[in-house]
């Protein structure tokens, strides 16, 4: 059960040792909790401040002094929280932190659960449940284009768009329901027509949230990126060069990688998953051939593919396996690897060769880093297109996704209802579901104790 009534505490910095740690209070009994541990040089105490001011004081259990702190006072609902609030600035020793949250608990609070005090922000109305979700994506942001989609929805983009849907579809379910109030006059105070338009121009706005989910999970996952090709073609010095490290291993030796291996890439403000896969070819090796399935697999699941071959090799022999795999609507970066050892007009034609699929091509010399700016700009220019305008509006969340759905299955229903002249008492109930289904995604519609614990458990503890 969520509990409004205790007055919590954590440490909302990070775990472990630190020049500063910040404790947080929060609660009905905030002020006077807090003020049960300090003393001041002057008599004045923390409920005789105004809100919004530091107050330096020293805490102390008995005549143990604790730490000299410094104290951020937050009243009459002018806070993070909406209620009253002490920050206390400690010296960031791990031992310190745990004296003063152990007198905080002796005096009355409670420790503070996971996104704690977002969730009381969200249920004192300080801001809505997609702008408390957002809090979670900002902190566990890794690439300034997820920053920037998690603070465009803190400040609430998405859901000043969502209430403009919601207030246009209001105003004629309003009207639809009136005119059941006047059944027997046979009245009519919602033009039909007029809900069509609106309906095809709100299933249009949905349809384009939802369908940002894909880029949106993967700017906040990182965009996957599979490096694949024959054996010993460079995929493995290929990652190593990206990465600036020696991150796989590379060998003559056909068959070295048997597995995926991963590892990150900030491009341009980007996070990319590098997925350095199995070399393909024919093998009677059981376990290496499970390796090259799973190459496949990345390659299908993948928003880029590098298809990386070895520019040196027989010309018609790279042609064909080229050809051969399928990367029709795929986003394919084909990179002519071995670019120093291979003659220039057969590299040339290679480049210039029209394939059965589209892509951008490149050469390349993995081992001495010839071409790598040219392959970082493709790069950041297919992340770019994944991501979509930095004005859109881009959906991160699993849940608001589904929400997006539902409030589509619902205006398909309207628009059945419409052709086949369905009574205004059906198509106000699927009104309602779209109306319930936008609701639930800035936690309009969400009440129970058990979904508003699923949300913030993810949170981290102190926030």
């Known amino acids: ?68 702190v410094v104290c951020a006072i937050f009243k009459d609902g002018k806070s993070y929280t909406g209620e009253d609030t002490i920050e206390i600035s400690c010296h960031g020793s791990i031992y310190i932190q745990k004296r003063i949250i152990e007198l905080l608990l002796r005096k009355g609070c409670k420790m503070a659960g996971h996104g704690e005090f977002t969730q009381r922000a969200y249920l004192n109305g300080r ?28 400040k609430g983009g998405f859901s000043n768009e969502l209430m403009q849907l919601r207030m246009s579809l209001l105003e004629f379910v309003s009207l639809i329901e009136l005119e059941l109030d006047f059944s027997e006059e046979d009245v009519e105070f919602a033009d039909r027509a007029k809900l ?56 003559d030796i056909h068959g070295t990688t048997r597995d995926t291996i991963e590892d990150t890439l900030q491009i341009d403000g980007y996070t990319l998953r590098l997925i350095d896969t199995a070399g393909i070819r024919n093998t009677d090796d059981a376990i290496e051939n499970l390796g090259i399935q799973r190459s496949y697999k990345m390659m299908e699941q993948a928003d880029i593919v590098i298809l990386i071959v070895d520019a040196s090799r027989d010309e018609n022999e790279v042609v064909n396996f080229i050809n051969a795999q399928q990367l029709q609507d795929k986003l394919v970066l084909l990179l002519f690897n071995k670019s120093d050892i291979c003659e220039q007009d057969k590299l040339n034609r290679l480049l210039n060769n029209k394939y059965n699929f589209n892509a951008t091509a490149l050469s390349i010399s993995a081992k001495n880093g010839v071409g790598k700016e040219a392959l970082e700009s493709a790069l950041a220019r297919f992340a770019e297109s994944i991501a979509g305008e930095d004005n859109d ?5 699993a849940r608001h996704y589904a929400a997006l759905c539902d409030a589509l299955a619902g205006i398909s229903r309207v628009k059945e209802g419409l052709d086949t002249n369905l009574s205004g008492d059906l198509i106000s109930r699927d009104i309602h579901d779209i109306l319930d289904a ?3 995604i800035t936690g309009g519609e969400i009440t129970t104790d058990e979904v508003l614990g699923n949300i913030f458990k993810h949170f981290c503890i102190g926030k």
């Open 127 to 154: 801001m809505d449940l997609s702008q408390a979700e957002a809090v979670a994506d900002l902190i566990a942001s890794t690439s300034a284009k997820a920053h920037h989609i998690a603070v465009k929805q803190m």
């Open 393 to 397: 509006i881009i959906v991160t969340s």
């Open 438 to 440: 936008l609701a639930s």
């Open 196 to 251: 069509r338009e609106l309906i095809a121009t709100i299933e249009q706005r949905v349809s384009k949230l939802a369908n940002s989910f894909k880029a949106g999970n993967a700017i906040k996952n990182g965009i996957p990126v599979a490096i694949v090709g024959e054996t010993n073609v460079g995929k493995s010095t290929l990652l190593n060069l990206l990465l600036g490290e020696e991150r796989a291993i590379v060998s």
């Open 1 to 68: 059960m969520i509990d409004r009534d205790s007055t919590i505490c954590a440490i909302s910095t990070a775990a472990g040792v630190g020049g500063i740690a910040v404790i947080r209070v929060s609660g009905p009994d905030a002020i006077s909790i807090v003020d049960g541990i300090i003393s001041f040089s002057k008599s004045k105490k923390l409920k005789d401040c105004p809100t919004h001011v530091l107050k330096y004081g020293v805490i102390a259990d008995g005549d143990e002094t604790i730490d000299d």
